[in-house]
Antibody, heavy 121, light 110 residues
Framework: EVQLVESGGNLVQPGGSLRLSCAAS????????MNWVRQAPGKGLEWVSY????????LYADSVKGRFTISRDNAKNSLYLQMNSLSDEDTALYYC??????????????WGRGTMVTVSS | QSVLAQPPSVSGTPGQKVTISCSGS????????VTWFQQLPGAAPKLLIY???QRPSGVPDRFSGSKSATSASLAISGLQSEDEADYYC???????????FGGGTKLTVL
């Protein structure tokens, strides 16, 4: 059974940093591209970042470019999101999502339950 | 303001057919495939339709997708109470070099 379990969400002050993790199981993690998608409270979905199975290429939404860094460790079946210079606009539930691998096609076929990031003083 | 435009809400009665629209532009829907997600209350999104009209295994054939020019639609026939959820469309955007989502449509089953 495919499972994605996010962790690392917390309350952080504006300007602070946080590192999210996503533990994958039930599939061959090293052969799938992965994404981070976020959802602010009561709002819609926003794609954050993409990483291919080999860590190249990597893509970011303009809203996080230069502040967030996506990475993965295929030996540990884990996906990460390093978030720096956080602002209240980054407050959201962060999901990791597996990519079906169809080019230029956001077919995210499995999602975790998300981890909550709250940016507030 | 979402790049893809969806109606905030639609409603229908059990057994009815409803359609949710998703409007974009030449840089997204006009040149790339459309995906649809279902998000039940309190749950993570679920892939419903990809590549315009393909259903993952396990998704009932009551759900169907279509695309024409810069717009797409999700049709749900034989509406059931468990279909009450938020529905999101998504597509790759060539100008933004990444996926974009619609604002979501809340489906209410009366």
């Amino acid at each position: 059974e495919v499972q994605l379990v996010e962790s690392g969400g917390n309350l952080v002050q504006p300007g602070g940093s946080l590192r999210l993790s996503c533990a994958a199981s039930g599939f061959t993690f090293s052969t799938y591209s992965m994404n981070w998608v976020r959802q602010a409270p009561g709002k819609g979905l926003e794609w954050v970042s993409y990483i291919s199975s080999t860590s190249r290429p990597i893509l970011y939404a303009d809203s996080v470019k230069g502040r967030f860094t996506i990475s993965r460790d295929n030996a540990k079946n884990s996906l990460y999101l390093q978030m720096n210079s956080l602002s209240d606009e980054d407050t959201a539930l962060y999901y990791c999502a597996r990519d079906l691998g169809v080019p230029y096609n956001p077919a995210f076929d499995f999602w975790g339950r998300g981890t909550m990031v709250t940016v507030s003083s | 303001q979402s790049v893809l435009a969806q109606p905030p809400s639609v409603s229908g009665t059990p057994g009815q057919k409803v359609t949710i629209s998703c409007s974009g532009s030449s840089s997204n829907i006009g040149s790339n495939a459309v995906t649809w997600f279902q998000q039940l209350p309190g749950a993570a999104p679920k892939l419903l339709i990809y590549t315009n009209n393909q259903r993952p295994s396990g998704v009932p054939d009551r759900f169907s997708g279509s695309k024409s020019a810069t717009s797409a639609s999700l049709a749900i026939s034989g509406l059931q109470s468990e279909d009450e959820a938020d529905y999101y469309c998504a597509a790759w955007d060539d100008s933004l070099s990444g996926p974009v989502f619609g604002g979501g449509t809340k489906l209410t089953v009366l």
